[in-house]
């Protein structure tokens, strides 16, 4: 597996450059010339990006080696488990006030909350007593929940509230940094395999090399972003008042009632569509396997030894390479429909499952097939999520996007959360190295509910057979990629 690590590397990156050249050359540049040319708009760019980014380079170092540190720190599988379903369960309570606190704390405010709160997540990985760890998870959950809608928010606001730049340049932003995501992505698996394996430092490692980074970040919103509002004269840009005015009770009770209109507005509009709800159940289905995936890897593959910074840098690669070839196929060259490569994708993540249930049979690990099917599945994300972002701008209507989606999120997470229960309740796990029947069924689980989701996509389709909004007019959409970090 070590050999099979590094070659794969080297070939999945040697594909995504060979991607990226033949995309570039087929697709035209997503940002207006204008847009490039202004430099108020770059400098307003470079501002926040350099917060985001180094808040997504945190958030990855953190992925390679989490179920290796609870192993070792001597805990049992189903107590794993329980930690990752106490960080699923606290994104659900956590994820309607995320679009909350924003109107209350203010969004910048809400940044720094998101770099202290998680940079005591990642010290929490210093203990080794459960419950410390259970607290650490609880922040994880507040801490996503707020990676995923605050910074974002804080831009889209600037960018039109404050700046008055036109709307159609905010996807150039956002398709930025979603190309930045997937390079940091690889990055942050070598780096973490640099320290936890190469330089012998264990698996806590990254976990604190993360706290100087969001450390970095949360000093670029305290003062770069805090020059940014001063300049523009609106130091008190949040909305809520201070204590002592006679208004301020006013201003949070409008705030909980916009909130609570927003999320009433979204069940409405999610109930009331039924392309809305199918769309729905694709990406519940979708990504809650996704979830589960991201706890079964390291215990499937770990026992054979390979080393799991690369092997994750790998996952990304395949990921990237999957969102390139999206690029491609609905370029103008190729015309595919986003639709299409959504049903692609879902028979691709259905196949790939298909596979596990046999290479993760009890007594008959087959290591390098469990790789490869991984590596399919995460090249079946890279396709997933340009697509259902494209569906989304068309299916779910503008103002009522962020409610919807938090919507969405619920089943997503709960999902999650009992196929983490239900492989915690299996007799038979996979310790002592060998991957047991709780792995092999839930394998089977999420294979069964891929293929619920491509019914839905199919029932979708069948349902806006003649529907444009679902279809790619000429070339590819201007804002398919604006939402794709939401689910990275």
């Known amino acids: 597996m070590l050999v099979t690590a590094y070659l794969a590397i080297i070939f999945l990156l040697a594909l995504c450059v060979v991607l990226e050249h033949t995309a570039r050359r087929l697709t035209p540049p997503q940002s207006a010339p204008t847009a490039v040319a202004n430099p108020a708009f770059r400098r307003f760019q470079s501002i926040f990006l350099r917060a985001y980014l180094l808040a997504l380079w945190a ?49 910048r405010q809400t940044c720094l909350l998101f770099c202290v709160s998680y940079s005591a997540c990642c010290l929490t990985k210093l203990s080794t007593d459960y419950f410390v760890l259970i607290v650490g998870r609880i922040l994880g959950g507040l801490s996503t ?39 940091l992505a690889v990055g942050a698996g070598l780096v973490a395999n640099l320290l936890a394996e190469w330089l012998h430092l264990g698996p806590v490692a990254p976990f604190l090399l993360a706290v100087p980074c969001l450390a970095c970040c949360g000093w670029v919103v305290l003062t770069d972003w805090g020059k940014e509002e001063a300049e523009e004269g609106l130091e008190g840009e949040k909305q809520k008042l201070p204590l002592g005015t006679p208004n301020a009770g006013v201003a949070r009770l409008s705030a909980r009632a916009r909130f609570s209109r927003s999320c009433h507005d979204g069940l409405r509009c999610l109930l009331s569509d039924r392309r809305v709800m199918l769309l729905g ?125 938090a919507w969405f999120r619920l089943p997503l997470h709960l999902l ?33 509910m891929m293929l619920a989701a491509f019914m839905a996509v199919v029932s979708l389709f069948t349902l806006g057979r003649n529907d444009t909004d679902l279809r790619l007019e000429g070339t590819r959409g201007e804002g398919e990629m604006e939402n794709i970090l939401n689910y990275d």
């Open 59 to 107: 958030d990855w170092l953190q992925g390679p080696y989490l179920y290796k540190l609870y192993r070792h720190y001597s805990f049992l599988e189903s107590q794993i488990a329980i930690l990752y379903v106490c960080g699923l369960a606290s994104c659900v309570l956590f994820a309607p006030f995320s679009g909350w606190l924003p109107q209350v704390l203010g969004r």
């Open 145 to 183: 929940s707020l990676l995923t809608t605050t910074f974002e928010s804080w831009y889209v606001h600037r960018h039109v509230e404050v700046h008055d730049f036109p709307k159609e340049w905010i996807p150039s932003t956002f398709t930025k940094a979603a190309t930045w995501n997937h390079g």
């Open 281 to 405: 159940g694709v990406q519940a289905l979708f990504e809650s396997v996704l979830y589960i995936f991201v706890f079964l890897w390291t215990p499937v593959l770990d026992p054979h030894g390979p080393p799991l910074g690369i092997v994750f840098s790998c996952l990304m690669a395949a990921s990237m390479a999957g969102s390139l070839l999206y690029r491609l196929a609905t370029s103008t060259r190729y015309r595919l429909q986003p639709g299409h490569v959504l049903c692609l994708a879902v028979l691709m993540a259905f196949f790939s499952l298909f596979m596990l249930t046999f290479s993760t049979t009890p007594g008959q690990p087959r290591p390098r097939e469990s790789f490869l099917a991984f590596l399919l599945l995460e090249l079946a994300s890279g396709l997933y999520f340009p697509a259902v972002s494209f569906l989304h701008g068309r299916v779910i209507p503008e103002e009522k996007r962020q409610s919807v989606l």
């Open 416 to 448: 999650a959360c009992f196929g983490l229960l239900a492989l915690h309740g299996e007799t038979a796990g996979t310790g002592g190295g060998e991957e047991g029947n709780g792995t092999r069924h839930m394998f089977g689980g999420c294979a069964v």
